[in-house]
């Protein structure tokens, strides 16, 4: 097949722990990659940062990556990238008119608007992954949160007139069974992980207290690495490691990065966080296999690719029980789930595993094992795969049994319209 995939600010070649740079970066890249290697010709269309950039990129995976003309060629936050989607729309119009893929798959909401805008004309089927949605982000972070007034809106719109919605939670389904998509519409294909790359033979980096908690991510507020921070104090001979944002030279840059700091410094632990900042993908597994245990402690997740990547190592993970989280850790299984927001619960979980290694190796065997057998990108690609040539046929049927000619504008491209200009 001929696969289009859309991903306006999360782009495949990025360098991962920026404020917008992270699972749904790797999403695009290992599952492009995926594609490729199951035969399918793939291109990633992403918003073009840098006018001294080629404007499209072959991969060593096989997958195109194409520079969209679509606002200011410089790095704009992603909550401000909305004005520029008829353009982003524009684009891809004119692109698929010469190269018409087979399907479109849309990663994340403003994706979805430009995706539809383009391909709906031309009878191209959308598929449409959300990574996170307007309705969840709105609950957790209140007046916090950046979000263009008309995200709700228009998610629903996108939700509406997609073929094809791939959540990557089961938690996902129920807001947007809340949202009155059908559950007949959605499909459930989770984040993998490479095999290859996260295993628990390898390297190992060196620690400098007894036991080491490692954490991963951008650092924004609803990560809550402020929890882990917080943990801390109730277990005096464990280090942390933030994996992310800036590094503690930089962090003056960093408004979240200098609250931690200082909560660090405040709670009298700051001699034990160490903030490493953006590490190639090549040096997490090292960092993963040095912890005792990975926690991940967000207000909320969409996903959350770290636990995979900790349980591909070996490593028990501590987690809370929020989003996909609830899917991916088996709680007693190959870690905990904990209430988010609870440093107490999160200390004495670590503190258990520290005590108890036999039961913490176990917890690692059987992460191990299940990574293996559900969470391959090979898997994950595959399963798409099925989607995609679902809608394909269901396009082609419905073309088939169209009077010639006919369309009429959908409310979907409407709104865009508006909104996009």
Known sequence: MKIAMVSEHASPLAALGGVDAGGQNVHVAELAAGLCRLGHEVTV????????APPTVRTEQGYRVIGVPAGPARVLPKD????????????????WRVDRPDVVHAHFWMSGLAALAAARPAGIPVVQTFHALGVVKRRHQGAADTSPADR????????EQADRIIATCTDEVFELARMGVPRSRTSVIPCGVRLEQFTPDGPSAAKSANHRMVSVGRLVPRKGFDTAITALTDLPDTELVLVGGPDDGAVAEDPEGKRLLALAGELGVRDRLHLVGQVPRTEVAPLLRSADVVVCTPWYEPFGITPLEAMACGVPVVAAAVGG??????????????PARAPAKLAAAVQDLCSTPGAAAQYGRAGLERVKARYSWDRIAADTVREYRRVAAAAARAQDSAPRGSRTLDATERRAGRSTG
Do not use: N, S, W
Not at 152 to 159: D, K, M, T, V, W
Not at 329 to 338: E, K, P, S
């Open 45 to 52: 269309y992403t918003r073009r940062e840098d006018a001294q």
């Open 80 to 95: 401000e990238l909305l004005p520029h989607m008829g353009e982003f729309g524009e684009f891809l119009r004119e692109q």
């Open 325 to 338: 989280l609830i899917d991916t850790v088996v709680d007693g299984v190959t870690g905990r789930l904990i």
């Open 152 to 159: 709700i809106h228009l998610e629903q719109g996108i939700a």
